[in-house]
């Protein structure tokens, strides 16, 4: 039976494919007349939270362990936040809502870093109360890690990315994709995420000898969950 929340997210570090997947699912559901609504986030075009945020990755505000985590996840919630009445209304049209990055992210990416665990822990409890219970933001069905073989993201970061969706750095580096320790800590806060919550899951993408799978086996796995869970019929 399909489902009425059909709302889709795909999860991964900086440089771990995401943008390809997004483009053959997204290639997938118009070749099948699946209606759908795409989203990316953080959306370093908006006023006021998109505009503090293309900010703070170009390190306008210091550098990543300069900056208070908490202030940090309330700019990405509140780019989130704004959002909310598009998203619901595409739900309510039983549309397939396809997200890059949503609440987890912002967990992942503030609790690596602190080193505590008490302070991650708390850290967490604190982003999903505010993006889920203050904001009330409309919660997903499914999220989807993409987990990537780390040299495979270290190599991409490390080379010279370009493209329209870079503009918000107006040429600077971004503070997150630069620091691979990050990056690694990162890895670690999303493994945790996927055995603790039911709704995020890992899409393996290694091959048998530890390297990346090929952009399409990974799209076919994709595909062939998002039939399992009833997202696709």
Not at 144 to 154: C, E, G, H, M
Request: charged share 25%; aromatic share 12%.
């Amino acid at each position: 039976m399909l489902l009425s929340n059909k709302f889709i997210v795909i999860e991964g570090l900086d440089g771990a494919g995401k943008s390809t997947q997004i483009k053959l699912l997204k290639k997938y559901f118009v070749n099948n007349n699946i209606d759908f609504q795409y989203l990316h986030f953080p959306r370093t075009d908006s006023p006021i939270y998109g505009e503090l945020i293309s900010k703070f990755l170009q390190g306008e505000f210091g550098y990543t362990n300069e900056v208070n985590p908490y202030l940090v996840a309330l700019l990405y919630a509140g780019d989130r936040n704004e959002t909310k009445d598009i998203i619901n209304n595409y739900m309510k049209n039983n549309l397939i809502v396809l997200v890059d990055r949503y609440v987890y992210s912002n967990i992942a990416f503030q609790c690596a870093k602190f080193s505590n665990l008490k302070k991650k822990e708390k850290l967490e409890s604190w982003i999903l109360n505010l993006e889920y219970k203050h904001n009330k933001i409309p919660k997903p069905f499914l999220s989807l890690y993409l987990r990537v073989p780390f040299d495979f993201v270290s190599k991409k970061l490390n080379n010279v990315r370009s493209g329209e969706e870079r503009s918000y750095l107006n040429g600077k580096k971004d503070i997150h994709e630069s620091d691979l320790t990050l990056q690694k800590d990162v890895e670690k806060e999303y493994l945790k995420l996927i055995e603790k919550y039911d709704d995020i899951v890992n899409i393996d993408c290694f091959t048998q000898n530890k390297g990346i799978n090929e952009p399409q086996i990974i799209h076919e796995r994709i595909i062939d969950l998002l039939f399992k869970k009833g997202l696709l019929s």
